[in-house]
């Protein structure tokens, strides 16, 4: 006799967007917990933008070190969709997607920071004609 069951995926009872917009905290009904923060769901955006269609197609995405979430917006009752202040807002986050990055936090980012340094890029985000530090007079 089998005597597995199989249990639902545990549900999300909170989704808090720091006032900082830099952290958005996500619970879970089996206890799970996990503050993820802005620069690291922006990266790990499960957009085909992002991700592509293909392994092989996955983009590294540098220079978002101080990115924001503007807005967090409802599709249906499986998902968010997350709206950055670098505009990019095509990535639709599962219920099953936050927590395997919360999960899973340390290996994305190390991933993630080892295909910043093979490719030559920064977290940082590119200095700008208007972030540039002008001469004193």
Same mark, same amino acid.
């Given at each position: 006799m089998n005597?597995?069951?199989n249990?639902?995926?545990?549900?999300?009872?909170?989704?808090?967007?720091?006032k900082?917009?830099q952290?958005?905290? +996500?619970?879970?009904?089996?206890?799970?917990?996990f503050?993820l923060?802005a620069? @690291? #769901? !922006?990266?790990?955006?499960?957009?085909?933008?992002?991700?592509?269609?293909?392994?092989e197609?996955?983009?590294?995405?540098?220079?978002?070190?101080?990115?924001?979430?503007?807005?967090?917006q409802?599709?249906?009752?499986?998902a968010?969709?997350? +709206?950055?202040?670098d505009?990019?807002?095509?990535?639709?986050?599962?219920?099953d @997607? #936050? !927590?395997d990055?919360?999960?899973?936090?340390?290996?994305?980012?190390?991933?993630y920071?080892?295909?910043l340094?093979?490719k030559?890029?920064t977290?940082?985000?590119?200095?700008?004609?208007?972030t540039?530090?002008?001469?004193?007079?």
């Amino acid at each position: 006799m089998n005597t597995t069951t199989n249990a639902p995926n545990p549900w999300p009872t909170e989704l808090r967007l720091r006032k900082d917009h830099q952290t958005l905290t +996500v619970a879970f009904d089996n206890g799970e917990k996990f503050d993820l923060q802005a620069e @690291y #769901l !922006r990266v790990k955006s499960p957009s085909a933008e992002v991700q592509g269609h293909s392994a092989e197609q996955r983009k590294t995405v540098p220079g978002k070190r101080d990115v924001a979430i503007l807005e967090v917006q409802a599709v249906g009752n499986y998902a968010v969709r997350l +709206v950055f202040d670098d505009m990019h807002s095509t990535g639709i986050y599962s219920w099953d @997607y #936050l !927590r395997d990055l919360g999960r899973n936090h340390d290996r994305h980012w190390q991933d993630y920071l080892d295909a910043l340094a093979a490719k030559g890029l920064t977290r940082d985000p590119p200095i700008t004609r208007s972030t540039r530090l002008q001469p004193k007079n």
